[in-house]
């Protein structure tokens, strides 16, 4: 780590509430934000999902289990692999114990991806992990939804990811978030991707707070460090 300036105390308390100004005035910018996404127009959703869950075939209906809202997190496992994504499995151990509190909010939680229930059921006890995972194998929920893509508009570059970027991939991670009125009608309210999920990442959070940071690499893959949980020091 770098040489760094080390300052008395009294300096130091300066620097800080100084700093905390900024730190203020971020918040407020984050919430007025955030205030404005709820105010963000709402597209009806006119198309019948069925997925593949614990319990059998379940709509997109039924993953809102009741409450008002849902959010789903596009978890990258395309059905030929065998194992999650390692930078969707980082995010999970985030919001692993996210459904029961976002429950007392009326909202609730699922994961969904396109790899078989079998493979999700698998690497979700392997994992360790306890929110709802459902498969949208038999659905276009992941292509509708700007997460999954056609190999061939992947290869010809027509593939559109995050409101105008190239995905890479014929999977990518994204948060769609939904609603459903008091008939059952349910509207998609948004959907971020990419850098845009970051915010749901406490791991992230922490490491923003500490001297390194997240000493990630400026080009390359900032993520060449992440592993699956259990795969550290092997």
Known sequence: MA???VVPHDEWIKARKEFLARE??????????????????????????????????????????????????????????DEGCPHCSFWADSFNGSPVHLRARDAAFAAVSRAP??????????????????????????YDFGVSFPADAVADGTAVYNYGSAPGFEDREGISVF???????????????????????????LLDLVPKGRDEPAEGNPQFWVRRHDEYGR
């Open 117 to 142: 229930l079998e493979k999700l059921a698998a690497y979700k006890q392997r994992m360790d992990w306890s929110f709802p995972w459902y498969s949208s194998i038999q659905t276009d929920f992941n």
């Open 24 to 81: 203020k005035e971020f918040s407020r910018q984050r919430e007025a934000v955030a205030r404005d996404r709820r105010d963000l127009p709402w597209e009806a959703v006119a198309k019948e999902y069925v997925f593949d869950g614990p319990t059998g075939k379940a709509t997109l209906v039924d993953l809102f289990d009741g409450c008002g809202q849902l959010v789903v997190y596009h978890f990258m496992f395309p059905p030929e692999w």
């Open 3 to 5: 040489e760094h300036k």
């Open 179 to 205: 609603v459903q009125d008091e008939r059952g009608q349910v509207f998609h309210t948004y959907s971020t991707y990419a850098r845009g999920i970051d915010a749901v990442n406490s791991t992230y959070q």
